[in-house]
């Protein structure tokens, strides 16, 4: 029937993947939402009753897809591990029919190290060459993926704790990269380094932002653990920051809530997000002091991946 959505479930979802050019879709969205063509409502949180657990919205539409979007994620309480999912919806802007409904898990994963590689690309000095990456699972390992091919890598350091005694996880990594080092502390990994992701679920800083050099960029994302910073909030006053979507980050972002609270910091000293910098309106980082990214994902990030998806779909 014409008006029933292509279903697509986790397995079909991962080879798919392979196939989709995320960071060039995502560049393209975030130029649309610097253009005034898509639109970013906020999160909405609703919460279960007898705290049985709680359901994330994330919205977003996008004109020259003409397409809006949910992704919807609960968090369901159980006598054991709770149980958390993601599906996303798209729907028509032009009929209002639905398109697509699919497994959003491994796109969350992809399309948060997609947003991640589209700031280094912007934000990067062109001539880095020693990358860190703090964390070591599938998200890390995304991002990687994602920032492989943006400059020309000489040296790639990945730090986790227990990595070392992990030789399936090293394997992994070995097959990623041939020159990848695995290090012994989350100092020596970031050390000199021109780009320092920060990929882990932590909700405290995992890195000593005193040696981060003039120039370094910092990149950060976010987690379930409230008010979650990578990086201790001081910090911020220090750094060049940039964010997502200046519109919604601030006020989600656990350092940047802490640094206006305890820091003095305010978000219009943020230089710029991902689509002032996608359509030119915002000025680049200098050398004279660290950069600093933050992303707490986007539903229009979500609506990207999934309408990357649905035009490959319909060509398969």
Same mark, same amino acid.
């Given at each position: 029937m014409p008006d029933t959505p292509i279903i697509l479930n986790a %397995?079909?979802? @991962? +080879?798919?993947?392979?196939?989709? +050019?995320?960071?060039?879709?995502?560049?393209?969205?975030?130029? %649309?939402?610097?253009?005034?063509? @898509?639109?970013?409502?906020?999160q909405t949180l609703t919460l279960f009753p007898d705290d049985r657990g709680d359901y994330i919205t994330y919205l977003g539409a996008q004109a020259q897809a003409a397409t809006f979007g949910a992704k919807l994620s609960p968090y369901l309480v159980t006598g054991g591990k709770p149980i958390i999912t993601a599906w996303t919806l798209l729907m028509s802007?032009?009929?209002? =029919?639905?398109?697509?409904?699919? +497994?959003?898990?491994? =796109? $969350? $994963? %992809?399309?948060?190290?997609? $947003? $991640?590689?589209?700031?280094?690309?912007?934000? @990067?000095?062109? %001539?880095?060459?020693?990358?860190?990456?703090?964390?070591?699972?599938?998200? @890390?390992?995304?991002?990687?993926?994602?920032?492989?091919?943006?400059?020309e890598w000489d040296e790639v350091r990945v730090f986790s704790p227990g990595l070392e005694a992990n030789a399936g996880r090293k394997a992994e990594w070995r097959s990623l990269s041939a020159n990848v080092q695995f290090s012994d502390s989350a100092e020596n990994c970031t050390k000199d380094a021109d780009v320092v992701m920060l990929c882990t679920s932590s909700g405290t800083p995992v890195i000593d932002t005193k040696a981060v050099q003039p120039g370094a960029l910092v990149t950060s994302i976010s987690t379930n653990v409230a008010r979650a910073h990578e990086v201790d909030p001081a910090w911020l006053s220090q750094a060049q920051v940039y964010c997502d979507y200046r519109e919604t980050t601030p006020a989600s972002a656990g350092e940047m809530v802490l640094a206006a609270q305890e820091n003095g910091w305010s978000a219009s000293e943020i230089k710029g997000d991902l689509a002032e910098l996608a359509t030119d309106n915002c000025p680049l980082p200098g050398s004279d002091r660290p950069v600093f990214f933050r992303s707490i994902g986007l539903g229009l990030e979500d609506i990207a991946a999934a309408n990357a998806v649905l035009k490959l779909a319909r060509k398969t």
């Open positions: %397995e079909q979802i @991962a +080879d798919l993947i392979p196939r989709i +050019d995320l960071v060039t879709e995502l560049r393209s969205m975030f130029a %649309e939402l610097g253009h005034k063509q @898509a639109a970013q409502p906020a802007m032009e009929t209002g =029919l639905p398109l697509l409904l699919c +497994d959003a898990g491994q =796109l $969350t $994963t %992809e399309r948060t190290a997609g $947003t $991640t590689a589209l700031a280094v690309d912007f934000l @990067a000095k062109k %001539e880095a060459h020693k990358l860190a990456i703090i964390g070591s699972g599938a998200v @890390a390992q995304a991002h990687f993926r994602h920032v492989q091919s943006l400059r």
